[in-house]
């Protein structure tokens, strides 16, 4: 019987948004969680953040303790990370990698024996509880498994689980696309003070309407280019906007994005 129902090995940004999700979803209690980390700081931080949960420098505690084993580590510490676990993997705490990149045949075989394993490819937006992650089962991994993965991930946002070798695109359209909005954001903002708007008056303006666009498409359900058609008027400003838009590619320009930073991710898989 696992001492705790989640352990995290890294105690980082992430491991600290899933443990609050956790915690706020009353999926676990801070108590019913356990973390580990060689930084005494990233330990304090997590403690603080998920007040009377425990902390360790022992990741083999934490695998040998918890029911499931968040592996929230770089991708280039995760081969040793996994080494360091290989004898307990047979114990049969469910192991969840969140690390991009790292492909369930490498996790498999590091964690060696019958380990039970997830791989989730998540996004920061995951640390203000808005996340969309992706997640794939590995060949072990059973039904109640990947409910347990959809009830973490879906405590800091959404979930989807998808055939592995889709993770890539996940990575390339909502991995990096935070990037992709940030820019967009800071280009609307950009717009406004060229129309001389202060700079702190266009950058709200601009967070609000790419909020208010976002929860506009999930509340309504409506298709983007319907929402679009709504504010479009006959000769209006909108489509003044938007044929500018056009001519400069814009379209086009984030189908490239999302294409190369999938390129990217299965370039990188592959090392
Ligand atoms: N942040 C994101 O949005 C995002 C999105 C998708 C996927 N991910 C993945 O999530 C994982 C964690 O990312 P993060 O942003 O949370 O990183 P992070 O804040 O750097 O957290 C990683 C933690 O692991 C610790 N660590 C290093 N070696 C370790 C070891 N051998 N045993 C135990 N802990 C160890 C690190 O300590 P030190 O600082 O002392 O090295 C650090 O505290 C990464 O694999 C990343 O690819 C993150």
Do not use: W
């Amino acid at each position: 019987m696992a001492n705790y129902k989640y352990g995290f090995i890294g105690a980082g940004r992430m491991a600290t948004a899933l443990a609050c999700g956790l915690v706020e979803a009353k999926l676990a209690t801070p108590a019913e969680i356990v973390a580990s980390d060689p930084s005494e700081a990233g330990r304090a931080a997590f403690a603080e953040q998920v007040a009377g949960c425990t902390v360790e420098t022992n990741n083999t505690k934490v695998s040998t303790s918890s029911a499931t084993v968040v592996l929230a580590v770089k991708p280039q510490a995760m081969t040793a990370v996994l080494a360091g676990l290989g004898e307990t993997a047979a114990n049969g705490p469910l192991f969840v990698s969140i690390a991009a990149g790292v492909t369930l045949e490498k996790l498999e075989a590091g964690l060696g024996g019958d380990a039970r394993v997830v791989r989730v490819m998540p996004n920061t937006p995951c640390l203000v509880g808005r996340g969309a992650s992706g997640y794939a089962g590995g060949s072990r991994a059973t039904a109640d498994d990947l409910k347990r993965v959809a009830d973490l991930l879906e405590a800091v946002g959404i979930a989807l689980e998808l055939p592995e070798h889709l993770l890539d695109a996940v990575t390339g359209l909502s991995g990096s696309g935070p990037a992709f909005v940030y820019t967009m954001i800071e280009a609307l903002s950009d717009g406004g003070v060229l129309a001389g708007l202060p700079r702190n008056v266009a950058h709200q303006l601009a967070v609000q309407t790419v909020l208010g666009a976002a929860q506009m498409v999930a509340t309504t359900g409506q298709h983007p280019a319907e929402l679009r058609d709504a504010v479009t008027s006959p000769g209006g400003t909108t489509i003044a906007g938007l044929e500018a838009l056009e001519q400069g590619g814009m379209r086009a320009a984030v189908v490239a994005a999302v294409k190369a930073a999938t390129s990217r991710s299965r370039e990188l898989g592959q090392q």
